[in-house]
């Protein structure tokens, strides 16, 4: 059975089993780590369930850590508080703890515990402990999602909340406390929990170890992501990241559908439950001020790809000004033309940057941190995004902005010739020259050339991409083309439909009564015009 199909499939059995059900010859953990800072004061938490029906909770925390090291600090503590004998069953909603080890800490330890790109692994010592843990057990790895109602995940979030309440009794970074072993109800009594008045904006679980996101680039390059073997098959979920059946893309056209994380659309059986979750999923009402998991991306085939004058008007949104300073791209909206006419497709995606963003930026394009907790990285989407612009020409307004953003982010997953397979148009520069010395931005053009939606809010990736496109046809030479001669089909004769609706035109302006009635005007005006009875004459 195909991954997409084993991963909905699934997905639909867990929402009717009850998650925290007792499973025979089975414990099963559900953990987590939260920190209010990150770095900052941190918590994790894990609770255990084991085979008997029995429960057990876990807390504990850190006066200044980091939200991986909690997460990781959260499994170690299920595998050493849990008996040895059953299964465990570990659920996390950190994929830098169930894909570090399940995939990424074996290629660790053949180069020393470096990255692959020769850097030290970050939080060496926990995952080394982790790891050490699982070599005697049999531990199977899953990630649910986190924030999204799933009994486990808040239970265990409740207990990651109160480890951060309790790390501010502990000294020292990192100076865990001895576990504190309690039933619910002892939980309960013990202190209040925090999640019903903690909002997901206040919860940090979903930014990771580095500010600027660079540790868990390093640790999804352990996967080879050069531009002849990088698969979005093989597209990692990050800390952040939503299942097949959420985070399921729509093309434009539905022939072209695609998965964000990859996945086979060949199998009829996949393609069946796909529409069903899509159908169930509620509309994306265009709020991106707050967390709205609702959104599906627009990550449609490259089914035009190469094709002859194939133009993409293209607008990026980023964190801030500066990808050197590890600003990074958290909204991508293409709209596709070939011969200057539209086709109908549109690429349209947001992006976790793994960091925060300061105010000014949020009051300028509108997205939210809390918005963006639930998208895919740039290594899930960055293979489709490549697949669709190789080879095209890419217009943006002051495009080297976007470039420069957008070479940034494909170099961080191994993709290095992308400026290069590309030709760029900046409109920014024809503005500039069409129009010296005047006000040439965006929403200027739009003014001066009555063109596009004039009433903007914020500046969406997506709508700019639109708008820049109307502005690009009016800059050079005005509209699309007349429909009548969008399709030519040529006759047996070797003439197109075009030149046979020219000749029949031809035919009817030839009209002989109308000819001598021309004629018989000229004459009538030649006797007080001389020189329109010359012409008459010659």
């Known amino acids: ?38 770095p900052g004061a941190g918590g994790w938490g894990a609770h255990l369930i084991f085979s008997d029906g029995q429960t057990q909770d876990l807390y504990g925390g850190a006066p200044d850590t980091t939200n991986n090291r909690m997460e990781l600090m959260g499994a170690i503590q299920a595998l050493t508080h ?22 990424w800490v074996a290629n660790w330890k053949k180069r020393g515990w470096k990255t692959a790109s020769n850097k030290p692994v970050a939080n060496q010592d926990l995952w080394q402990q982790l790891d050490a843990l699982c070599q005697t057990r049999k531990v199977e790895w899953h990630w649910v999602k986190g924030h999204a109602g799933h009994a486990g995940n808040e239970k265990a979030d409740e207990l990651a909340n109160l480890g951060v309440t309790s790390s501010s009794k502990t000294k020292g970074k990192d100076a865990f406390p001895k576990s504190t072993v309690l039933t619910t109800s ?17 919860h940090s679980d979903w930014l990771l170890d580095d500010p600027l996101g660079l540790n868990v680039m390093d640790e999804g390059s352990d996967q080879s992501f050069s531009t002849q073997a990088l698969d979005t098959n093989t597209a990692h979920q990050s800390d952040v990241s939503a299942p097949h059946s959420i985070n399921a893309s729509y093309a434009s056209n539905s022939s072209h559908r695609t998965s964000v994380l990859g996945g086979s659309t060949s199998d009829s059986t996949a393609l069946e439950i796909q529409d069903s979750v899509e159908k169930s999923l509620p509309k994306f009402d265009g709020d991106t001020s707050r967390a709205n998991p609702h959104f599906r ?67 300028i394009h509108g997205i939210s941190e809390a918005f963006l907790t639930d998208k895919p990285t740039f290594d899930q989407v960055a293979q489709s995004l ?22 940034m982010e494909f170099e961080r997953v191994g993709i290095t010739d992308f400026a290069e397979r590309v030709q760029v148009t900046d409109s920014l520069v024809m503005a500039k020259q069409q129009y010296p010395g005047q006000k ?11 063109v596009g939606k004039q009433d903007r809010t914020f500046h969406g990736a997506l709508l700019d991409s639109e708008i820049l496109a109307e502005v690009y046809l009016a800059m050079t030479g005005g509209q699309v083309t007349l429909a009548i ?22 035919l009817l302006v030839e009209s002989i009564a109308d000819d001598s009635g021309n004629k018989d005007w000229f004459t ?8 329109i009875k010359n012409v008459i004459s010659q």
Not at 87 to 92: K, Q
Not at 192 to 200: A, D, E, H, K, Y
Not at 386 to 407: K, R, T, V
């Open 297 to 363: 991306p627009l990550l449609p085939q490259p089914i035009n790809r190469h094709a002859a004058n194939r133009q993409l008007i293209m607008d990026t949104e980023t964190t801030g000004l500066d990808p050197l300073k590890g600003d990074r791209v958290i909204e991508v909206g293409i709209v596709e033309m070939i011969g200057r006419k539209f086709t109908g497709e549109k690429l349209h995606v947001y992006i976790n940057p793994q960091r925060g963003m300061d105010e000014v930026v949020i009051r």
């Open 186 to 202: 002892e939980v309960k009594k013990k202190e209040p929990l925090m999640t019903n008045n903690t909002s997901q904006a206040d």
């Open 1 to 38: 059975m195909p991954d997409n199909v084993m991963s909905l499939a699934s997905a639909a059995t867990c929402a009717t089993i009850n998650p925290l059900a007792a499973k025979p010859d089975t414990t099963v953990a559900y953990t987590d780590g939260a920190c209010k800072g990150n």
């Open 440 to 450: 040439n931005t965006l929403d200027a053009l739009v003014r001066r050339l009555e």
């Open 485 to 506: 001669e969008d399709d030519i089909q040529t006759t047996e004769g070797g003439q197109s439909s075009n030149s046979h609706f020219a000749n029949l035109a031809a």
């Open 82 to 103: 849990s008996p040895h004998e059953p299964t465990l069953e570990i659920w996390t909603d950190s994929s830098y703890v169930q894909k570090g080890i399940t995939e």
């Open 386 to 407: 490549y697949d669709f612009m190789d080879g095209a020409e890419i217009i943006a307004h002051n495009a080297s902005f976007d470039m420069n953003f957008l070479s």
């Open 524 to 531: 009538s005006l030649s006797s007080s015009y001389p020189e």
